[in-house]
């Protein structure tokens, strides 16, 4: 407790306060302690239990949400089958070469889902 309170310059009783319920933390010692403990503020004003747990999603993030949405990222099968591809991609650094690479993608109701497994400069 007191390596926290050190770490986050809070006094410790004030932190135990905190810590009961008798007071709350300004915004930005608010702020401080969520980031400490890499969470949200939540933790503080409701039980536990109510706090559902949500795993962060790349794909809804606020600033690609609108590039990455569910309904853009769905690729027929027709276009990326299920199992064992062959791609073939102009290198973003060196023009004049080429990319021969092996993917393996396997469709899922979310969208597809990708993992190199072999890339090789031509």
Known sequence: MSKVCRQLEINRAQFNRYLNGESYPRPDMLARICDFFETDARILIKPLEDIAQVKPDLLSHPEIRDFAAPETTRIPEDTLPTGFC????????????????????IAKTVGPFSKALRRVSL
């Open 86 to 105: 062959r791609f073939t991609r102009q290198s973003f650094l060196f023009p004049e070469r080429y990319i021969l690479g092996l993917i393996f993608s």
